[in-house]
């Protein structure tokens, strides 16, 4: 049996994550420079590294506006996969499912989505979608919970339009704004006062003392 694993190719979103890292900004770029000269981008990272090698241009700055032309491609492409989907629904294999209402996704400082790590060492997005509204909502905030500080998340619902904007009706979640209802303590509940009663009778005579004098007539 053949154990060996499978190199994995770098992506525009794995360049992304990546980059997030503490290595210095010279050294993530020359360990990545076969993909920056040869990618998908290398159009238009390439410049970039040639103005790094005839130093007209620090490491610093170059990984910076290298990083935006990644994003930004990224972005694009995945704009236009969600456009798709929702234009072209039947497109997908096997039994057209209908889009769910809530759509959450978690992103990262950076602009992309945030991901998570599963037990087989693959990365998968953190996106999650259901028609509860609630669900979702609940979703968004244990993963920003557990989550990097920089990251935030987007609700949208899929199936009402702002008339103002022409755009779906989408939500940001703050993660202190999610930190804070995960740690939110329940309420108590309404305790009922009871009557006290006595071994005292309600018509008990009551005795006051009267210091007024009958001075007769």
Known sequence: MDTTKKARTMTAKGFLHKAEGKISADAFLKQHRAWLETGELAQFTSPILAKLDA???MPTPALETIRAVVLGHHLAVESAKFD????????????????KQYHGTIYAENGS?????????EEKDLVFSSDNA???HGWVDRRLFDGAPTWHGVIVNTKMIDKNT??????????DDAIARILKRPTSAA?????????KL????????????????
């Open 55 to 57: 130093q007209e241009i």
């Open 84 to 99: 798709e989907k929702f234009a072209n629904p039947g497109k997908a294999k096997g039994k057209p499912r209908e889009e």
């Open 113 to 121: 989505v945030a991901t998570r790590t599963t037990e087989d060492g």
């Open 134 to 136: 609630g669900e979702v």
């Open 166 to 175: 022409g755009d779906n009706f989408t939500t940001n979640v703050l993660r």
């Open 191 to 199: 305790m009922r006062k009871t009557a006290k009663t006595s071994s």
């Open 202 to 217: 309600s018509w008990g005579m009551k005795v006051t003392n009267d210091r007024s004098r009958f001075s007769g007539g």
